[in-house]
């Protein structure tokens, strides 16, 4: 059973403001190689999936209900109790179930393209929500890699609610520069694949992803820039009907992952 005083609104708490400021600054995360994460079910899943919990903060009712599970995967966590007021004033949610928690960030994983591979680059995306969306759907349909250049926060609260715990498992890596990135899948043998909104372009469906490949999937409005999409081996579309010209970014991720799984 969780005890102690339960903090109120206007309280000065050290664990509370911290808790607040990695909810809304990406260089305050990165300084301090932490993220707030919010709801029973993400914060068990991160525990569950080894990411270190700093601190607990629930409610009485959160407490009773979630509190001995969330405990017992992180166990001798720094545990805080606070009034449904305070939890409302933190929360980055509607209608909170009054769970949050700071986790460490996870290691950097030092995963780099091999042969036979079948991994994808996210280049530029910026919507959080698509991103961890893209996160999930990897882990579900399986992924030697994911690569992001210049993407949204990996830590954004979105991004993390978005990924569902997926975050906590896909193999990631932030890349500095996309061309040492386009080189190394060359001397390893993967195939680079362009994910273009172009008629003329290869069908999705006809190209063959048996030797593995690395999918690159653009920015939401702008998609790749030209001279990487030339810099690829190939460039792939996805057949859509004649009245549409794009889709959104994480379902063409989506339909590439779920095509190179198919075919594997």
């Known amino acids: ?34 993220f707030a994460m919010e709801g029973s079910r993400l914060v068990l899943d991160a525990a569950e999936s ?21 405990l017992a995967a992180a166990p001798r966590t720094h545990t805080l109790l606070l009034s449904d007021a305070l939890a409302a004033e ?5 209608n909170a179930q009054g769970v949050f928690a700071v986790g460490e960030m996870c290691e950097k994983r030092a995963i780099s393209p091999q042969r036979g591979q079948h991994i994808m680059l996210l280049h530029h995306v910026q919507d959080p929500a698509n991103l961890g969306a893209v996160i999930r ?14 993407c949204v926060d990996l830590y954004n609260p979105k991004t993390i609610r978005s990924s569902m715990g997926a975050l ?46 690395c999918v690159l999937i653009g920015n939401e409005g702008n998609g790749l820039p030209r001279a990487v999409s030339d810099a690829c081996d190939v460039k792939l579309t996805i057949p859509m009907s004649p009245d549409s010209n ?3 970014a ?15």
């Open 137 to 150: 759907t990897a882990e579900a349909l399986g992924t030697d890699g994911l690569y992001l250049y210049q």
């Open 90 to 94: 933190i929360a980055d949610t509607e």
């Open 50 to 70: 080894g990411v270190k919990l700093s601190a607990l903060l629930l409610t009485e009712k959160a407490a009773a209900q979630f509190g001995e599970a969330i």
């Open 246 to 248: 794009s889709l959104n």
């Open 168 to 213: 906590f498992r896909v193999p990631l890596r932030v890349i500095p520069e996309t061309e040492p990135f386009l080189a190394a899948c060359r001397d390893a043998g993967v195939p680079t694949c362009a994910a273009v909104v172009d008629r003329d372009a290869q069908k999705l469906g006809s190209f063959s992803f048996a030797a593995g490949a």
């Open 1 to 34: 059973m969780i005890t102690g005083d339960i903090l109120q609104p206007g309280t000065k708490n050290k664990t509370v403001s911290r808790f607040a400021h990695l909810n809304r600054s990406r260089s305050f995360r990165e300084k301090q190689n932490a």
């Open 250 to 264: 994480a379902m063409a991720a989506g339909l590439f992952l779920w095509e190179m799984n198919r075919q594997n």
